[in-house]
């Protein structure tokens, strides 16, 4: 496992080495699907470390929670098979000691249990004394202090080799995305802390496969250092995440398609880190105009509402309000008034369009 990590930029995000590639089924149903999987990958030799999940935490119960700890033999014939090193979900400290009894070689903590530090805390505590890597998965809701608190916890408990794994977060109202990448989020957590690998899981961030090609993409454009894709020997079949699940031969079609670009290139140095800014602010001006969209969603019902009570369009006011309340936040933000009054003044003029062809409808 160490030299196949050292052969990737898991060990150093600074490198042009190449991306960690992970690989494997959303869940480990049977060890027939299992080694199926996973021997597949193998053979398209594009893979660095394979994945299925035993335990799945979901969201109501009833839903298929993983196989347990019975599946993680299945994982280590596929570790003797393949070569190659296997990481699986963990949540407990149970689950941390029975994934290393069987061999696991690197451990990953999940969306759901991020946003709990008590639970954080559980599984660093039984960390204390091993030397194995540990992947942390942002949290369901976009709390960078979260994330940042997990990092802080597993590291604390002497775990040298830790990663970000990035896979969206939750949002309302959202239809594209299974869960918002928000890559803005991502990409402050990578500027402060520039040493840890941060790795994209785009097939959360997607949710279904058409896309999936897509968002990878952005990930390497942005210099994310690797990727970690669901994968199944029959994705429609699959007991959990059918629709962002792909064959390994998909797969392998998936990464032959990305163009991977280098920070460093035949290009002088400044050109290519300008263009590594642009993409992260095209990235940020798409959600910047995905918020407006909203924003004027709910401007129109508030039309609607002033239309049914005979309110005036133009609250005084609340106006004011807004602006006080917002030149205040710009300020800490260290934006200046003017901008924040011209940004505002914008935002405004177009909301109460909104809202004047919403009231005089007939």
């Not at 597949?40 to 347990?68: M, N, Q, Y």
């Not at 991020?114 to 805390?121: I, K, R």
């Not at 608190?149 to 959202?174: C, D, M, P, T, W």
């Not at 990878?216 to 995440?241: C, F, K, R």
Request: proline letters at 5%; aromatic letters at 6%.
């Amino acid at each position: 496992m160490e030299q196949i990590l050292a052969n990737t930029k898991f060990g150093d995000p600074t490198s042009d080495k190449k991306p960690l590639i992970i690989s494997g089924p959303c869940s480990a149903e049977t060890e027939e699907q299992t080694l199926a999987t996973m021997q597949a990958l193998a053979k398209t030799g594009k893979v660095d470390v394979l994945r299925a999940g035993i335990w799945k935490p979901r969201t109501r119960p009833g839903s298929f929670e993983g196989i347990g700890t019975k599946g993680l033999p299945w994982l280590q014939k596929a570790k003797e098979l393949t070569g190659l090193p296997v990481t699986v979900e963990v949540a407990t400290a149970k689950q941390v000691e029975d994934a290393l009894h069987f061999g696991v070689d690197i451990l990953w903590i999940g969306a759901r249990t991020t946003v709990n530090p008590f639970s954080v805390q559980d599984i660093a505590d039984a960390l204390k004394g091993v030397d194995v890597p540990v992947l942390i998965k942002n949290p369901i809701n976009p709390d960078l202090e979260l994330w940042i608190g997990a990092v802080e916890r597993i590291q604390k408990a002497g775990i040298k080799k830790v990663g970000l794994i990035h896979r969206g977060f939750s949002s309302y109202g959202n239809t594209e995305y299974r869960n918002a990448p928000m890559w803005h989020l991502a990409i402050e957590l990578k500027r402060r802390h520039p040493e840890l690998p941060m790795i994209c899981d785009p097939s959360h961030i997607s949710g279904r496969r058409d896309i999936l090609q897509a968002v990878s993409q952005e990930a390497i454009d942005l210099d994310y250092d690797g990727l970690m894709v669901e994968t199944h020997v029959d994705p429609d079949a699959a007991w959990s995440d059918a629709k962002q699940q792909i064959t390994p031969e998909k797969f392998a079609e998936l990464l032959d398609g990305i163009v991977w670009r280098r920070e460093h290139t035949d290009r002088n140095e400044f050109n290519s880190a300008l263009d590594k800014l642009r993409a992260q602010i095209n990235q940020i001006d798409d959600e910047i105009m995905l918020l407006l969209g909203n924003r004027m969603k709910i401007a129109e019902k508030i039309g609607a509402y002033k239309k049914e009570n005979n309110i005036t369009i133009l609250q005084t006011n609340r106006w004011n309000e807004i602006l006080e309340r917002n030149i205040t936040k710009g300020d800490k933000l260290g934006l200046s008034k003017d901008f924040i009054l011209k940004y505002f003044d914008a935002v405004h003029l177009e909301s109460i369009n909104r809202q004047n062809k919403v009231m005089n409808e007939q």
